[in-house]
């Protein structure tokens, strides 16, 4: 009963939040687009058709690029790309961090300074300098940027646990079950995890956007996501030439947007989801 | 008794939020006479200090709104119609105001020096130099032991009873006719308490400052305050001398805070308590505002909220004393 | 205060020394010897001559001793000799320090200088236009990639306009002069700095209203100080407090936005070099390109931390 009451608050506070709304309409939207277009129109982003380089046409919404691939099919698989990284690799990170944020916080000690000690090294060296240099070891591929991504996100996630570890290890409930002989792992998966569910998804949703750019920018570098595949980054680093970007914005234009659009709902629809789980919480 | 300095007359004070618009405050009129305390008692939430900032204009200008009907008269000039850059004149300078947590209401990253030059250079145009030295005369006045060194420190380096003197100091420094002291001794131990109390009557005594003493602790109203008014959401439902108002109050609500001192001479099984909460701004009674927490209610103070009535001298917003309407207490 | 340094510099120490063990680590997995990448090209090599070069390099030396003997070299300016090119990193890197710095810097100042009153007139004006206005902006530069503003940025300015150049330090031919380095910086600086002045803007503006709301910033109204003093002599200083912590936390993440930027605009610096010796798995240059980079971020983080003792009283006299 209390739960499902807390769960309507929550959605009644986030109904109100337009732009959060307007944001997850059109992740909803975007998700349909991506995963029906391609039956719908009979899309084939790697198949190599006469007339490379080619303008705009019927056949060819986007024209095709210098191999001669269709761009609007590699547009629709580009976000797929984009999608699938973003989720995978914060997926990842979670893996990675809610653990050890759990084990810093419930032990303390010298693991919780070992952890937390490795989280700052994290966060404040570049983590686009610690994955070119991954990229560099692994060699570049969908599957490198996809890992490689996810493990550079672990500290937001153990830092955000360990906050809430240290938060709720001192509540009487806690208490009680320590001192009524119950395990540690039971607590920390009991008591510790469900108080944390709110901050977690919240920063899931901030990760989610972030590994998207991230993939981008790895992608645009070229030490990303390799050609045929498609990705939003690497159609933005085939036409970084100045002669492209002049002659045929068809080639950038699009995906660039994308890339704007899908990370600013998904930083919407977040701020909305904070502002709706936690209404005390602010920025 | 003498010309009032600060007179008040039908103060009401509401609030935008997201609910609605809410009256914090409404019909509340008192004088305060020069070198006299008034005291304004109340639980918190009762509308103590939104009187007092709305009088001095300090409450945001989005969000609160001061009835147009509302005077405040300082020496017989209009207040509630003055622009923003004339209200700068008068506060700190005519009419001071001293806060409940020293601590939060001293500027964290500022010297104490700088922050007690402030009021000499802005209301009586001094240099620097000059603002310090009669800074510096301030905190001596208040009792601040080596107040050279005091004043190149910052607040957290000083204790909580000496905070509260630099308040007292930066507030009296251009010799105010009114002092505003919201809750002065709150924040503080008992003994410092006693202190700062013993510092405020003995200022007074030398300046003849009016005071304006808002507070929920009787103990301080008793030692410091001639006059007194009891305030309940937003209203106030009983005014009289001290002397009259601990030896006979009349209002239920001042009935149950004056039964709420503990005493020694009296040995009680039980703390007296008011059962209850104030009620919020959203969820006032329709009557009388007290009359859910009030033994004596009757079924007129569920209908209407009685009005300030004249009873001997004093004034009390309850039936029980209207003429008429309900038997004598 | 001096407490708090010591404490501050030893931790910036341990963080330097993390970075170098996980680096190393990490390019150690590398595939392939040293020694091949080196000697890749030279015919008739037997088995004998990469194990006495190995033996040479200290490479059948176990790895904890390897990286010790790097770390001497490092602490002693010594990078070692890259394999693309042949010379010394330490040489390389001394080339592309300097328009690294010059575009991160530059970035950095500006978009704090055009941040802070932004953000105080958008506090001050609550869910006015220009708040929304900025809001917009921020959430905007947030969502942006910086290679696709770059590259809009040179179609208008660049291609459309033609009024700004659109890669290098210098134009080809004509000399190095001030003025022709400025106008080449203006399209990637203003790249790098956009999401920040979003960032910050928001920032300042959350925290000033917070300030804003501050007990001492009434009592400073109390004592009858007019709007403007409150705000620039009261809660100006504390609402930097915060911002100062962002711009922390944002170090890192300006670097990674300089080696995409500087590769839009084939900018010589440290990000490009960061590009090309990946592409050669030039190993030696990697590690210092990385090493550096980390030395810088502890040195801003130190900075940052001085701030916070210059800003905040408390901090530095507990």
Redesign the interface.
């Known amino acids: 009963m209390k739960r499902s009451s807390y769960f309507r608050d929550v959605a009644g506070r986030f109904k109100t939040h337009k732009l959060a709304m307007a944001g997850m309409c059109i992740l909803l939207l975007e998700l349909l687009l991506l995963v029906f277009l391609p039956v719908v129109m009979d899309l084939e982003p790697y198949e190599i058709y006469s007339g490379f380089g080619a303008s705009p046409s019927r056949e060819h919404i986007l024209g095709t690029d210098n191999t001669g691939r269709d761009l609007f099919a590699r547009l629709i698989y580009g976000g797929r790309t984009s999608l699938y990284v973003g989720v995978v690799s914060t997926l990842i990170s979670f893996a990675i961090g809610v653990p050890l944020g759990m084990l810093a916080g419930y032990y303390r000690g010298p693991v919780e300074a070992v952890i937390m ?2 989280a ?2 994290f ?8 994955i ?6 692994l060699g570049p591929s969908l599957s490198t940027a996809t890992i490689v991504i996810g493990i550079m996100g672990w500290p937001g996630f153990a830092r955000q646990l360990y906050g809430s570890v240290l938060s709720v290890r001192e509540k009487e409930y806690v208490e009680a079950a320590k001192a009524v002989g119950t395990k540690n792992l039971p607590i920390m998966i009991r008591y510790i995890l469900p108080n944390s569910f709110a901050p977690i998804l919240i920063a899931f949703t901030f990760g989610v ?1 972030s590994a998207i ?1 991230q993939e ?2 790895l992608s ?4 990303g996501v390799q050609v045929p595949k498609a990705s939003w ?1 690497n159609m ?1 680093y085939a ?2 030439s ?1 002669s492209v ?2 002659t045929r ?1 068809w080639m ?1 234009v699009p995906p ?1 947007i994308c ?2 659009v899908t ?2 709902s998904i ?2 629809f977040g701020d909305g989801l904070r502002d709706a789980l936690d209404p005390k919480m ?2 | 008794m003498a010309e009032p300095i600060l007179e008040v007359t039908n103060l009401k004070t509401g609030f935008y939020s997201k609910q609605g618009f809410y009256n914090a405050i409404e019909d509340v009129s008192f004088s305060v006479y020069p070198g006299k305390t008034l005291g304004i008692v109340g639980e918190s939430g009762c509308g103590k200090s939104v009187t007092c900032m709305s009088m ?1 204009k ?1 409450l945001p200008e989005k969000s609160a709104v001061v009835d147009s009907a509302s005077s405040v008269k300082m020496r017989g000039q209009e207040l509630t119609t003055k622009s ?2 004339e209200m ?6 005519e009419i ?2 001293i ?1 409940q ?1 020293s601590m ?7 010297t104490i020096g700088r922050q007690m030059e ?2 000499f250079m ?2 009586q145009g001094m240099s620097r130099r000059q603002a310090r030295e009669k800074a510096i005369e301030m905190l001596k006045k208040v009792g601040i032991p080596s107040p050279e060194i005091k004043m190149r420190q ?1 607040p ?2 000083l204790s909580g009873g000496q905070r509260q003197r630099v ?1 007292i100091a ?1 507030a009296l420094s251009c010799s105010p006719e009114v002092l505003i002291a919201d809750e002065p001794t709150t924040a503080l131990d008992v003994t410092i308490q006693a202190q700062i109390v013993r510092l405020m009557k003995q200022l007074q005594e030398t300046s003849g400052t009016a005071i304006i003493l808002i507070t929920h602790d009787m103990g301080i109203v008793a030692e410091m305050a001639d006059e007194i008014m009891v305030m309940y959401a937003g209203n106030v439902v009983e005014k009289a001398s001290k002397e009259e108002l601990f030896r006979n109050p009349l209002h239920p609500y001042t009935k149950g805070l004056l039964a709420s001192i503990p005493s020694l001479s009296k040995e009680v099984e039980k703390l007296h308590t008011i059962e209850g909460v104030v009620p919020g701004l959203q969820d006032m009674p329709e009557g009388c505002r007290f009359c859910d927490r009030c033994k004596s209610a009757m079924p007129v103070c569920r209908t209407k909220n009685p009005d300030l009535c004249d009873r001997d001298g004093r004034k009390v917003r309850c039936f029980l004393y209207e003429e008429g309407k309900g038997a004598d207490a | 205060m001096g407490k708090y340094i010591i404490k501050r510099l030893l ?1 910036a120490a ?2 330097f020394f ?2 170098t063990v ?2 190393y680590i ?2 150690s ?3 392939g010897s040293p020694v091949e990448m080196i000697l890749a090209g030279t015919s008739n090599l037997t088995q004998e001559d990469v194990a006495r070069m190995e033996a040479q390099m200290g490479l059948d030396q176990p790895i904890y001793v390897q990286y010790i003997i790097w770390l001497k070299n490092v602490l002693h300016g010594n990078l070692g000799v890259s394999y693309r090119t042949m010379r010394p990193v330490t040489e390389m890197l001394a080339e592309r320090i300097g328009p690294t710095l010059m575009l991160t810097v530059t970035a950095l100042i500006l978009a704090i200088v055009i941040a802070v009153p932004l953000g105080i007139v958008a506090a001050y004006r609550p869910y006015s236009p220009w708040d929304y206005a900025s809001s917009v902006f921020s ?2 530069g ?7 503003a770059a ?2 940025l ?2 208008f300015f ?2 459309k306009l033609g009024i700004l150049p ?2 290098g330090m210098y134009d080809t031919g004509t000399g190095e002069s001030l003025p022709v380095l400025l106008r080449h910086m203006i399209l990637p600086v203003i790249t790098l700095m956009l999401q920040y002045v979003g960032i910050y803007t ?2 300042m503006r ?1 925290s000033m209203l917070e300030v804003l709301g ?3 910033v ?10 403007r ?1 409150v705000i620039f ?2 809660a100006f ?2 609402a930097l ?1 915060p911002l100062v912590t962002q711009v922390g ?1 944002s ?7 300089a ?2 930027t500087e ?2 605009f084939s900018w010589p610096g440290m990000g490009t070099l ?2 090309q ?3 050669y ?1 030039d ?1 030696p240059t ?1 590690m210092g ?2 090493v550096l ?2 030395g810088f ?2 040195i801003g ?1 130190i900075v940052i931390d001085l701030l916070y003792g210059v ?4 901090v530095s ?1 507990k």
């Not at chain 1, 966060?123 to 610690?130: A, L, Q, Y």
């Not at chain 3, 947030?142 to 696709?148: C, H």
């Not at chain 3, 170090?251 to 936005?257: D, E, K, R, Y």
């Open positions: 000690r490795l700052d090294v966060m404040s060296f570049p983590s686009m300098v610690f070119l240099v991954l990229v560099s070891v956007a750019l981008s920018g645009f570098l070229g030490m980054g933005l036409a970084q100045v970007i002049a914005p950038w660039g890339l704007l990370v600013l930083n919407l602010k920025l | 001095l300090l923003r850059k700068c004149k008068i506060r700190g300078n001071a105001m806060f947590d939060t209401s001293l500027n964290p990253v500022m402030e009021p802005v209301h910052f957290h380096q308040m930066m | 931790i341990v963080t993390g970075i996980l680096v990490l390019a997995l590398a595939p959430f905007i947030a969502a942006m990639p910086n290679f696709f590259m809009i040179v179609y660049s291609i659109a890669s928001r920032h959350s501050d007990d001492y009434r009592t400073a109204r109390a004592k009858g100080l007019r709007e003093a002599l009261h200083r504390n407090i936390l170090f890192s993440a300006l670097i990674g936005g080696i995409i590769q839009v960061m590009v010796s990946i592409n798995r190993y990697i390109i990385t980079i980390a971020v502890l983080n800003l905040d009283p408390r006299r």
